[in-house]
């Protein structure tokens, strides 16, 4: 039960880590298979732009891989980026290893 007038939040991010759905849970998987995944909504709430987001990541990573062959992410330049619904890098550089 939720009282009146009570603010809530959503955090769609933990949505991903649930540990009744994914064994070990918190652990970045890249092959974990992902059943629902709610980054983009689901149902008539499913982000309009998702197709759009996609393909500037597919972009942007085949733009990279094609410019650096070798590469290492510099770890030490690192910036992370915490917000109620982004976690990720606000910068993270990487360097050629060639």
């Known amino acids: 039960m939720i009282p009146a007038d ?6 769609t991010g933990s949505a991903g880590r649930d540990e ?15 059943r629902l ?4 909504g689901y149902g008539i709430h499913f982000c309009l732009g998702a197709t759009l987001a ?3 990541g597919k972009i942007a990573l085949e733009e990279t891989f ?6 290492t992410v510099d770890v030490e330049g690192a910036v992370p ?3 109620s619904t982004v976690r990720g890098y606000q910068q993270l550089p990487i360097r ?3």
């Open 96 to 98: 050629d290893v060639n």
């Open 54 to 56: 996609r393909m500037e």
């Open 20 to 34: 009744r759905i994914y064994p070990d849970a918190d652990r970045f998987d890249i092959r974990r298979e992902i």
């Open 66 to 71: 094609k410019r650096y062959k070798s590469w």
């Open 81 to 83: 980026l915490h917000t």
């Open 6 to 11: 009570s603010k809530v939040l959503l955090l």
């Open 37 to 40: 995944h709610v980054a983009f």
